[in-house]
């Protein structure tokens, strides 16, 4: 069995798998500064995304994503990183391949939002999201991801666009979308609710679905016990370390390791199925899930 059909079996399985941490506010700690291209990275520092790759791997994850959020045409020609999306996507694929291997780990390959909308609410069309997004995927592929994570998204037109284009090239997907507290319960920043979205991830050719970002554990419960009756998919969650604080000028998130795990079987029990952690979440955020997911999965005995 090729690892692509092996991580479909896992997923159909029903065991707890661990996806990795933060990416960006780990490359922060490193250097990587506003306005940088993190994606630059995977070719001019790769020794320091094989080092945070490998810290993940040993802290427990299953899944190791690329450092890719950015890496479509739309983003990096903001960046002025024009006409690297081929190579920076194969790089950073190849290098989270190499620890995978080494490790005996899955792939996942991150894909984030282009920054602009599909018209009319935006100036791309539903044909230039879809090539920018077929094109980074290409990429990623070619360097031996086994699965795609469309995430941190807003607008459930341009998550169903990215879906697609990764099962067309037969990738297995995960699409999750990113929503904020407010007065009016919790919200993309587009205005889509979670049922909306819910609905949306449903409908669309991911494989699981699910949310990241944007709000901490304690919030994510909540929002998959909401979303969990509305889709039969396999469910994905990557929450923040909490929500930032500004100290000193810079975004701080607070929530500790043993804090995040502990709400873990809580969001297990809602109907979480794989479980990682985004902006402010570290190694060893991962280390003490790896502890819990474990415990959880030797409960549901050798079949799960
Ligand atoms: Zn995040």
């Given amino acids: 069995m090729g690892r692509r059909e092996e991580f479909r079996e896992a ?7 661990l996806a990795d941490g933060a990416w960006g506010t780990e490359l922060q700690k490193l250097g990587l500064d506003t306005g ?9 520092r790769p020794d320091e995304i094989r080092k945070l ?3 993940y791997a ?3 994850a299953d899944l190791l994503m690329t450092n890719t959020f950015g890496g479509n045409r739309f983003r990096l020609r903001a960046l002025e990183h024009h006409g690297k999306v081929a190579a920076y996507n194969r790089a950073g694929a190849a290098i989270a391949r190499e620890v995978a291997d080494a490790h005996g780990k899955w792939v996942a390959a991150s894909v984030g939002p282009t920054g602009e909308l599909i018209e009319p609410r935006g100036l791309a069309s539903r044909r230039q999201m ?11 592929k070619a360097g ?7 995430e941190t998204m807003s607008d459930p037109e341009e998550m169903r666009v990215a879906a697609q284009a990764a099962k067309d090239l037969e990738l297995y997907c995960f699409a999750t979308m990113t929503f904020n507290p407010g007065p009016d319960g ?3 920043y587009t205005g889509v609710t979670v049922a909306e979205a819910a609905q949306a991830l449903n409908e669309c050719a991911a494989d699981a679905a699910g949310t990241n970002c944007g709000t901490g554990l304690a919030d994510m419960i909540h929002v998959v016990r909401q979303m969990r009756p509305l889709t039969r998919k396999p469910l994905l969650v990557q929450a923040n370390a909490g929500l930032p604080q500004t100290v000193n000028g810079k975004l701080v998130y607070g929530d500790k390791p043993a804090h995040m795990a502990a709400l873990l079987p809580d969001l297990i029990a809602a109907g979480a ?20 997911a474990d415990a959880l999965n030797a409960q549901r005995g050798p079949s799960a």
């Fill in 186 to 188: 919790y919200r993309t």
């Fill in 36 to 44: 940088d291209c993190p994606e630059a990275w995977n070719v001019d």
């Fill in 58 to 60: 040993e802290a427990g």
């Fill in 130 to 140: 879809y090539e920018a997004f077929r094109e980074q995927l290409e990429a990623l």
């Fill in 144 to 150: 031996g991801v086994d699965a795609v994570m469309v």
């Fill in 11 to 17: 997923m159909a399985g029903g065991r707890i798998l």
């Fill in 273 to 292: 199925q794989v479980v990682g952690g985004c902006c402010g979440t570290t190694p060893e955020h991962v280390k003490a899930f790896r502890a819990v």
């Fill in 53 to 55: 790759t490998r810290a």
